[in-house]
């Protein structure tokens, strides 16, 4: 069943922001960095509405 994402407030984000490694200060090579909030928000949307990969909203 589809269900209803909003994203992460502060709150939640700061009880996820401890697991993750601290981001690299500038890439030399490849594809630029992603947040790791926004990889978070990205995965919590997919595991809620039960889209497809290819479905995930741009931006």
Do not use: Q
Not at 1 to 18: H, P, T, V
Request: aromatic share 12%; hydrophobic share 35%; charged share 25%.
């Amino acid at each position: 069943m589809a269900g209803r994402c909003e994203g992460l407030s502060n709150l939640e984000w700061s009880l996820f922001e401890d697991i993750f490694p601290k981001p690299p200060e500038k890439c030399e090579r490849g594809m630029p960095h992603s947040s790791f909030r926004y990889v978070l928000k990205t995965l919590l949307y997919i595991l809620i509405t039960g889209c497809r990969w290819c479905d995930v909203p741009k931006g």
